[in-house]
Every structure is written in structure tokens, then in C-alpha cells.
């Protein structure tokens, strides 16, 4: 039997039948697939092409059949999704013919849009929705192995956006929309214990804002069956839990006099809620004297929610700086990182759940797809044998395979996968911590495109994230904190200068803030950068404090723009194709300090 094609058919036959899910099994197949990656990869790419080789895509690049990763690398160039739009935009406008799959794409997915400040198109398809849930199911049973949960419920902070019809007739709509439309997601989330408190009234509501208040709702009813709390996003819940400290109150009455709020205006969340809220005078006690006995909200989770064994969601890269806050709220509940992926697929599942989200790493499926990496950096004894050609550093190395990578190492991926993408730029870069049998074990760094860069310096969201913290202590020891933040390069001054927007809890001092800004500047050790600094080819660093709401603002921006919350990610970096993100910040600005650092 092939290893790859043989457990990817297994697990197809398991779907099938949800309820003989069994964790150990699930782990034993994974073991299975990681035991000779490479040789599971060259399956992978064997069916994809396989399947896909009658597209136009691949005919026209001269593949004629052929499946061997040699003769795919030499003939399909690499790609980033501009090269791509033009077949997309056809598929979506209607063209039935095999453009880049086999198969036709029936449903097109939406990223964020919070990279370049609109969403991107993307075929999705069964394949991916398969990958979709052997991800789930796998992440699930190693996380479950550490931290069984028995039959209960989850608090899932999950949202629907709308989906709507392309100019082809295609369903579109945000990449966890359609997961969530998908009846296979229910199925296993009933086969895995993950059944959400609240009706699907709730999740695809035409409210954000008064999905969230049923959530929270749902929670407090069925607070003694709540397993675990969980949404796609760590900001989704920080989100959840400021909103809670707002409406606590209100809830509290809901749930004492058997009657929603009118702040729920939808009728359909409104006829669901009915069948679930009963007047219940003790629970409205006990969740007023729980939230009473707090000191500053420390242990809110945990209080609400006594039996939730831990808090789950994608915590790593643009989601750590809200770590310190979910540790606030979660008290002693373990943090737990959901999988790796992106609304092009999946890559990657989280088979370490006890490593604190800081740490974690994602092992690569090699089933789901062909992975190659581009190594970011040349080897230094390279680097000294060809001084004298200065052409030599703009050669991007070639890429490696699965396998191939080396510990310790920095790569962008590159994807191929089922739903018609070959050789994609992900953007990812991500570094290699280790192996899992002979599949490496990720950690994600940055994105490679959001850099603040004026000269020749080059400072990744990482680098942001760090600079923030460090200056955010200063903030710390008044009480305060950084609720959110971004930043943008301006241009527009001579010498450039870099824009750091914050958004803060309550009302600093001047001079505290000026010390912020000083510490933001020096925080940025970049050589290129402190180097630019030291001669003023850079101009000091500007802190501009925005008033509270804002970073709201930008999300219901966004949500106005057909995202979903559960995909959504604070721009870090606002970029001039951003002017509407940046114009918010700009409109909102209350305070502007320039560092004298340098």
C-alpha cells in the first residue's frame, strides 16, 4: 500500500463514518505518514497531478504527464497569487472548462484582506475541506491525549460572514465561512466533543455584535458543560471578554428574567434564543457574585467557566502580543495554539499541545500537499567566497524539498496542493525547530512581505511585536496597557521616519509617553536600522496615541467589507495600499511624540 494516497483513503472512509472516531488511531496514522515523508510527498504530488493534469494551468506549462517532483520544478515556474488572479477571476466569472483543476472549483474562499487591505480570491474545494478536518482530527486526538475532555460543550467564538454568488454563480465567502457552512465541520465537531453552546442562528447571525452577546449568553447558560473556550483567533477572545466587562450586567438580568436584551434585534437569533433562555434567578446570582469577587478581572475564564479545561485558538505570529491579556483572563487554564494554515490551505498540526503557544510548533502533513522552502539567508562561507560579485546577493537560493530543511534554519513555503495552486508563495517564513519522525516541526516568524523598511533597514512584525513589549513595560507600572497597535513608514517627511499608532487603556502622562517613544525608537536593533538612525537617514520614530474604539474602528471596517471576525487579524503594518486603515488611525489621533533616543 502507499503510505500517503492509503492513509489519505482511510481517513476519506473515516469521515464517512464519524462516529468511530478514534484518537489513537487517528495519531497512528500520523506516525504512519511522517515515518518516510519523502517518499509520502512524492505520492502527494503524483495525485495532485494526476488529478489536475488535464488543467490548462498544467498543459500549458509542458508537463505532458508527467509527476516526478524533477520534471514539476523544471516545467511549473514559482508563483504568487497576481500570476494566479487571471485564472481565478475566470473560474469565479463562470468558465466551467479545467482552468487550474481537474475538476470544477464550486466555491471561492476570501482571505482577510488585513496584508494588502483587500481580499484575495481562492479556489477552495472537497479536497481542502478534507485536509481541513484531517488536520482538525489529528491536532485534535495528540491534544486530547494531554487534555482529555468527556461529553460537554465548547464556547466557540465563531462567526459566519455572508456568503454570496460570483459573477459565475460560485459560492464566495471567507475561508472559515466555508468551513463552517460545510456539513462535514459539523459532523466532526460532534465526532471530536467540540459541539459549539450556541444554535447555528447565533453563528451565522447578520450581527456580529449581537452574535458575540450569545455567545457570551449561550456560555453563561451552559457554563457547567463548557469543555474548553475557543476561537479561531486569540484577539477573538481578548475581544469577547472586553465586550464581557462591558455587558456583564446586562446578561446577568437576560438570564434572571427569562428575556433577551433588545439589543438582539435579528429574529432568527432572537427565535433561537427563546428555546434556550428561561427565567433562572440562582445562575444570575452566582454569575454576579462571581464577577464581583474578581480583582480586576484576573481569572475571569476560569470563574465563569469551572469545568473549561483550557483555552484554544491560533495564538502564534500577529496573535502573541495579545497573549499577556488571554494570561490575565485564563488565570491557571492552559493556552493551547490551534493548527498552521492560511485560506490558500493547510500545512501544519499542533502534535506538542503542552508547549506554551510561544514555543509551539506545527508538524507538516505530508499528505495534504507539496511543500518546498526557500532558504533565507546563503551559507556565510558562500556569502565569503563571492564578495567581489555584488550580483550575487539578489540570486534567490533554490528551493528545498519536505526533508530536505535543516534545523535551526529560516524558509518561506511554497505550496502545491489539491485546490489548484502549484509552486505558491505562501509569504510565510517560518523556522525549523525539529523533526517528527522525518516530517519537520515549524514555527512561524513573520509574513516576508510586511516590513517597515525605509532604507536599509528591514524590520519584520516580529521585530514590532518585540520594540511594543519592551516599551509597553514602561506603560505597565502606571496600570496601563497597549490595547492594540500598528504601524506605518511615512514617507512623506525628509528623511522618512517610522509610525508606531497606539491605542492605550486609559490616560498616560506626557512624560511617560515620551519615554515610550524613546524606548520604541532604541528597541528596534536592526543594524540597518540603528545605523540609518545614528546619521539621520531615518528621522526619529513617532508615537502617535489614538483615541479608545479605534482599532473597532478597523474591525468593523473590515467586517463592513465582508470579513468574518474569526479571520481577522489587526494590520501590523499599514502599507499604502491600506489608505483606508491608515486613514482611521490618522483621523484618530489624540497625541504625537517624536523620539530623541538618537
Request: aromatic share 10%; charged share 25%.
Amino acid at each position: 500500500m502507499e503510505i500517503g494516497v492509503g492513509c489519505s483513503q482511510s481517513f476519506v472512509r473515516m469521515l464517512e463514518k464519524m462516529e468511530e472516531f478514534d484518537p489513537e488511531k487517528v495519531i497512528e496514522e500520523f506516525e504512519a505518514i511522517t515515518q518516510d515523508a519523502g517518499k509520502v510527498q512524492r505520492e502527494t504530488l503524483k495525485k495532485i497531478l494526476e488529478e489536475n493534469g488535464s488543467a490548462e494551468y498544467l498543459q500549458s506549462l509542458g508537463l505532458n504527464g508527467r509527476t516526478d517532483p524533477e520534471s514539476f520544478k523544471t516545467c511549473v515556474p514559482l508563483v504568487t497569487h497576481k500570476e494566479l488572479e487571471p485564472y481565478i477571476h475566470r473560474i469565479a466569472d463562470g468558465d466551467h472548462s479545467p482552468i487550474l483543476t481537474g475538476k470544477p472549483i464550486t466555491t471561492i474562499s476570501l482571505s482577510s484582506g488585513t496584508t494588502q487591505g483587500k481580499p484575495k480570491f481562492v479556489p477552495f474545494n472537497d479536497e481542502l475541506m478534507e485536509s481541513t478536518m484531517q488536520i482538525y482530527w489529528t491536532s485534535f486526538a495528540f491534544r486530547n491525549r494531554e487534555f482529555p475532555i468527556g461529553n460537554g460543550k465548547a464556547l466557540q467564538f465563531i462567526y459566519s460572514s455572508k456568503q454570496f454568488q460570483t459573477k459565475g454563480g460560485l459560492a464566495a465567502g471567507t475561508a472559515t465561512t466555508n468551513v463552517y457552512r460545510n456539513s462535514q465541520f459539523k459532523e466532526t465537531m460532534k465526532a471530536i466533543q467540540s459541539q459549539s453552546c450556541c444554535p447555528d442562528e447565533v453563528i451565522f447571525g447578520p450581527d456580529f455584535h449581537q452574535s458575540l452577546y450569545c455567545h457570551l449568553l449561550c456560555g453563561l447558560i451552559f457554563r457547567d458543560e463548557v469543555q474548553f473556550v475557543f476561537s479561531t483567533f486569540a484577539h477573538s477572545i481578548i475581544h469577547a471578554f472586553r465586550t464581557f466587562e462591558q455587558v456583564w450586567e446586562e446578561l446577568c438580568t437576560d438570564i434572571r428574567e427569562g428575556i433577551l436584551s433588545s439589543r438582539v434585534s435579528a429574529p432568527s437569533i432572537r427565535t433561537a434564543m427563546s428555546k434556550l433562555l428561561k427565567p433562572n434567578p440562582e445562575l444570575a446570582d452566582l454569575v454576579y457574585k462571581k464577577v464581583t469577587g474578581l480583582s480586576n478581572w484576573y481569572r475571569l475564564i476560569p470563574e465563569l467557566f469551572p469545568n473549561a479545561k483550557y483555552i484554544y485558538g491560533i495564538m502564534t505570529g500577529s496573535m502573541e502580543p495579545y497573549l499577556r491579556k488571554l494570561r490575565h483572563y485564563a488565570g491557571e487554564l492552559p493556552l493551547l495554539s490551534a493548527d498552521y494554515g492560511a485560506s490558500e490551505g493547510w500545512i501544519g498540526a499542533n502534535v506538542n499541545p503542552k508547549l506554551p503557544p510561544e514555543l509551539t510548533t506545527f508538524a507538516v502533513l505530508p499528505n495534504i500537499g507539496f511543500f518546498e522552502f526557500i532558504p533565507m539567508k546563503h551559507n556565510i562561507e558562500d556569502q565569503d567566497h563571492n564578495q567581489m560579485d555584488p550580483s550575487f546577493f539578489h540570486i534567490e537560493p533554490e528551493p528545498v524539498d519536505l526533508t530536505e530543511v535543516k534545523i535551526g534554519e529560516e524558509y518561506e513555503i511554497i505550496v502545491t496542493n489539491f485546490a489548484g495552486l502549484y509552486r505558491y508563495r505562501l509569504g510565510d517564513v517560518v523556522k525549523v525547530m525539529g523533526f517528527h519522525n522525518t516530517t519537520p516541526e515549524l514555527k512561524f516568524v513573520c509574513r516576508r512581505n510586511l516590513l517597515l523598511t525605509i532604507n536599509i533597514d528591514k524590520n519584520t512584525e516580529k521585530d514590532l511585536q518585540l520594540a511594543v513589549e519592551e516599551a509597553s513595560k514602561l506603560l505597565g507600572e502606571e496600570k496601563l496597557e497597549v490595547v492594540d497597535y500598528s504601524s506605518h513608514v511615512d514617507s512623506s517627511t525628509d528623511p522618512g521616519h517610522y509610525v508606531i499608532f497606539w491605542e492605550i487603556s486609559g490616560e498616560a502622562g506626557e512624560e511617560i509617553l515620551k519615554e515610550c517613544c524613546n524606548c520604541l525608537d532604541r528597541s528596534f536593533v536592526d543594524a540597518g536600522y540603528v545605523s540609518s538612525r545614528k546619521v539621520n537617514a531615518i528621522g526619529a520614530l513617532e508615537l502617535r496615541v489614538v483615541r479608545g474604539g479605534t482599532f473597532q474602528k478597523i474591525l468593523d471596517h473590515y467586517l463592513g467589507l465582508g470579513s468574518a471576525v474569526s479571520q481577522f487579524k489587526t494590520p501590523r503594518c499599514v502599507g499604502p495600499t491600506n489608505n483606508l486603515v491608515l486613514q482611521i488611525l490618522c483621523d484618530n489621533v489624540v497625541e504625537s511624540y517624536f523620539s530623541t533616543a538618537f
